[in-house]
């Protein structure tokens, strides 16, 4: 795995580091989108989010680069800052797409991240990623700081839970059809992001039948 671009910067210390005001502000705009989305969760303070930030790596990917290769342990829980990564395992020379995140998302091998295995799952940039990753010693150091901080932890957690249970259900339960009609009421935007045969995969389709469902929506 070709290794992430990474700053040394913490980035709760941003406003005491001498930097020009474009760069400085460009930080400052990273720091308020995980602030928006943690507070989707529980309310911080900012004692307890200046911890928590403390605690991030702000890494960047270039296209094509895997965050984390099947076979490897999930070392980080990724946040998306910028860009989109696709999830995937290898059946039979065949690459079967089970995940898309993009920007204010989670991307993450979590049976590995939480068991310390190797992962079953690649991760892959498919555009140029930022990201703000935590690795499992330092999840278990919020654990430590605050109550709020492991009820933090157990929302996304569930969340991400009911997302993947959703997805899966809907895999078995709806036609090809139903599910290429219900995936572009929900993530058209990915219509423009992703190859069409990533998209097929996710869907558990032939390329050729989501290329008959696309031309039946022109």
Same mark, same amino acid.
């Given at each position: 795995?070709?290794?992430?671009?990474?700053?040394?910067?913490?980035?709760?210390?941003?406003?005491?580091?001498?930097?020009?005001?474009?760069?400085?502000?460009?930080?400052?705009?990273?720091?308020?989108?995980?602030?928006?989305?943690?507070?989707?969760?529980?309310?911080?303070?900012?004692?307890?989010?200046?911890?928590?930030?403390?605690? #991030?790596?702000? !890494? =960047?990917? &270039?296209?094509?680069?895997?965050? +984390?290769?099947?076979?490897?342990?999930?070392?980080?829980?990724?946040?998306?800052?910028?860009?989109?990564?696709?999830?995937?395992?290898? @059946?039979? =020379?065949?690459?079967?797409?089970?995940?898309?995140?993009?920007? =204010? &998302?989670?991307?993450?091998?979590?049976?590995?991240?939480?068991?310390?295995?190797?992962?079953? #799952?690649?991760?892959? $940039?498919?555009?140029?990623?930022?990201? +703000?990753?935590?690795?499992?010693?330092?999840?278990?150091?919020?654990?430590?700081?605050?109550?709020?901080?492991? !009820?933090?932890? !157990?929302?996304?957690?569930?969340?991400?839970?009911?997302?993947?249970?959703?997805?899966?259900?809907?895999? +078995? @339960?709806?036609?090809?059809?139903?599910?290429?009609?219900?995936?572009? @009421?929900?993530?058209?935007?990915?219509?423009?992001?992703?190859?069409?045969?990533?998209? $097929?995969?996710?869907?558990?389709?032939?390329? &050729?039948? #989501?290329? !008959?469902?696309?031309?039946?929506?022109?």
């Amino acid at each position: 795995m070709s290794k992430a671009y990474t700053w040394d910067i913490k980035i709760c210390h941003l406003s005491n580091i001498l930097l020009p005001y474009k760069v400085k502000q460009f930080f400052m705009d990273l720091i308020d989108i995980v602030k928006s989305y943690l507070s989707n969760y529980v309310y911080l303070s900012d004692q307890e989010f200046t911890f928590l930030a403390s605690l #991030f790596e702000l !890494r =960047n990917f &270039e296209k094509k680069q895997k965050l +984390v290769e099947e076979g490897q342990v999930e070392k980080y829980l990724n946040f998306i800052l910028q860009g989109l990564a696709r999830k995937y395992f290898i @059946r039979k =020379n065949e690459e079967m797409v089970m995940q898309f995140s993009r920007e =204010n &998302e989670i991307i993450c091998c979590y049976d590995s991240f939480m068991s310390g295995e190797p992962s079953n #799952f690649s991760v892959e $940039a498919l555009e140029p990623m930022m990201v +703000v990753s935590i690795t499992m010693e330092n999840v278990e150091k919020l654990y430590e700081f605050s109550p709020k901080m492991e !009820r933090l932890g !157990r929302l996304i957690a569930t969340q991400e839970y009911l997302k993947k249970e959703s997805l899966e259900y809907n895999r +078995v @339960r709806l036609t090809s059809q139903e599910r290429f009609i219900n995936f572009i @009421r929900n993530n058209g935007y990915l219509l423009q992001r992703v190859p069409q045969k990533y998209l $097929a995969s996710y869907l558990n389709m032939k390329p &050729e039948t #989501f290329s !008959r469902l696309k031309h039946l929506i022109k």
